[in-house]
């Protein structure tokens, strides 16, 4: 990749996100801050409104305007109406067009339908200072900022994260990839499977979130943790994740209740989810009920106190039936700079952040007994937790830090590196292959 949108430096980007703010998309607001502060001007374009009950606190200090796209057309008639008066007479509508009813032909959903709606309201409302458009995400938002780029006759790029890799089609993959300027994705793997299907290969670049080390500081000294055997000191498990099926929540509940009787634990889980309630009725059903404090979306601070609160991190995270999967769970990220040693499984782009047995401990996924057995492992050993959680925490802290990884995204919009406090810039490739 190259900085070929150096011009972009005069004028403002719209980044083009399926919905903000949202409490499960982190990376993405840490990202748009941090670009801010390198001199970026940026509009943000969201497809839905809010819907979270919190925000974090990085919110506030994100400086960019939002527009809101109308996210059913039939709610904003008019304004869809007017999109389409005004975005017919730009000189790229009919390749537009051309466009998506080649789209609309494979795809006959009214999603499809939808996003070119989005798109010709976006092209028609587009300020007049924006350069150029950038989407996160490969399917829905990238296929909006894919018709409105063309309408308007702009250039567009993407970050590709997780399930938009695995679940968009091939077909639909290799033409965004031949038609965006150039693409990033969050993992190792992520970018072996698209530079697999790009006419330019080169034109995908691996760029970790990393994480913004201002927003988890070091940790207070950890007291030496409890071992599962006093019923007044259970060991506390923490899990922070959505409920949805690739989370493997369902595994995870499993493993618990394959767990030794006279082991003393309980479990905190933090985040919201369609399947919340179907897991509360599950672990009542499994007679877990009492060890299991359901949180549900809690905003940055109480995840950070939770994190430091906790004494075993776990995330059963595995492939759904639909071939959705985790990318590189940010939650790892966090909780190994907290100095917390994680259980998790051996899928996607979690092994390029945690080495087996050195940083943390990794099972295969959708195997309940193997998590269980590394869990009692773990709950029973505070020492090996200690050595796994201050391991964890050195690899965060030198190799997934966001200035350290953020350099990719900042040459592609032709800005200045990391800032000179920062850490040196890390090479994400061969952090990947170590």
């Known amino acids: 990749?190259?900085?070929?949108?150096?011009?972009?430096?005069?004028?403002?980007?719209?980044?083009?996100?399926?919905?903000?703010?949202?409490?499960?998309?982190?990376?993405?607001a840490q990202e748009i801050l941090a670009l801010e502060q390198r001199g970026l001007a940026i509009l943000i374009v969201s497809l839905r409104h809010p819907t979270d009950r919190h925000t974090h606190p990085i919110t506030a200090a994100i400086a960019a305007d939002r527009l809101y796209l109308p996210e059913y057309l039939y709610q904003e008639p008019l304004r869809t109406w007017r999109g389409w008066r005004r975005a017919r007479r730009r000189a790229g509508y009919r390749r537009a067009l051309r466009v998506w009813f080649a789209d609309l032909l494979r795809d006959p959903t009214p999603n499809r339908v939808r996003r070119f709606g989005q798109a010709l309201v976006l092209a028609a409302e587009l300020p007049?200072?924006?350069?150029?458009?950038?989407?996160?995400?490969?399917?829905?938002?990238?296929?909006?900022?894919?018709?409105a780029a063309l309408i308007a006759g702009l250039g567009w790029s993407a970050s590709a994260h997780a399930k938009d890799i695995w679940t968009t089609p091939d077909w639909e993959k290799r033409e965004k990839l031949a038609e965006a300027r150039w693409v990033?994705?969050?993992?190792?793997?992520?970018?072996?499977?698209l530079a697999a299907l790009a006419p330019q290969p080169e034109k995908v670049s691996l760029c970790y979130h990393g994480l913004d080390l201002e927003r988890f500081p070091p940790p207070p000294p950890r007291p030496f943790g409890p071992d599962g055997r006093d019923p007044d000191r259970p060991v506390v498990?923490?899990?922070?994740?959505?409920?949805?099926?690739?989370?493997?929540?369902?595994?995870?509940?499993?493993?618990?209740?394959?767990?030794?009787?006279?082991?003393?634990?309980?479990l905190v889980h933090i985040g919201g989810g369609g399947l919340s309630a179907a897991?509360?009725?599950?672990?009542?059903?499994?007679?877990?009920?009492?060890?299991?404090?359901?949180?549900?979306?809690?905003?940055?601070?109480?995840?950070?106190?939770?994190?430091?609160?906790?004494?075993?991190?776990?995330?059963?995270?595995?492939?759904?039936?639909?071939?959705?999967?985790?990318?590189?769970?940010?939650?790892?990220?966090?909780?190994?700079?907290?100095?917390?040693?994680?259980?998790?499984t051996a899928v996607a782009g979690i092994p390029e952040l945690?080495?087996?047995?050195?940083?943390?401990?990794?099972?295969?996924?959708?195997?309940?007994?193997?998590?269980?057995?590394?869990?009692?492992?773990?709950?029973?050993?505070?020492?090996?937790?200690?050595?796994?959680?201050?391991?964890?925490?050195?690899?965060?802290?030198?190799?997934?830090?966001?200035?350290?990884?953020?350099?990719?995204?900042?040459?592609a919009f032709g800005l200045s590196l990391a800032p000179a406090a920062a850490a040196s810039p890390v090479d994400p490739i061969a952090a990947a292959a170590e």
Not at 245 to 255: E, I, Q, S, T, V
Not at 375 to 386: S, V
Request: proline share 5%; glycine share 8%; net charge positive.
């Open 128 to 147: 007049a200072d924006i350069t150029h458009l950038h989407a996160h995400f490969l399917h829905t938002p990238a296929s909006v900022a894919r018709y």
């Open 1 to 28: 990749m190259n900085a070929a949108n150096a011009a972009t430096r005069t004028g403002r980007v719209a980044f083009v996100l399926k919905g903000y703010p949202r409490l499960s998309e982190t990376f993405i």
């Open 237 to 266: 498990l923490l899990s922070v994740g959505r409920a949805v099926p690739k989370k493997g929540y369902d595994d995870l509940l499993k493993a618990l209740a394959l767990l030794p009787a006279d082991l003393s634990w309980r």
């Open 184 to 193: 990033v994705t969050c993992t190792g793997v992520g970018r072996r499977e």
């Open 279 to 344: 897991l509360r009725d599950e672990a009542q059903r499994r007679g877990l009920a009492a060890r299991i404090e359901w949180r549900g979306a809690c905003a940055q601070p109480e995840v950070l106190a939770a994190y430091r609160h906790a004494d075993l991190f776990v995330l059963a995270a595995k492939v759904a039936a639909d071939g959705d999967r985790d990318g590189l769970p940010n939650v790892l990220m966090e909780a190994l700079s907290q100095r917390l040693a994680c259980v998790t």
């Open 354 to 411: 945690i080495d087996n047995g050195a940083t943390g401990v990794l099972v295969p996924p959708g195997e309940p007994s193997a998590l269980a057995a590394a869990l009692a492992a773990l709950i029973g050993d505070p020492q090996r937790r200690a050595l796994l959680g201050a391991a964890g925490e050195r690899r965060v802290r030198s190799r997934f830090a966001l200035t350290a990884n953020l350099g990719v995204v900042a040459q």
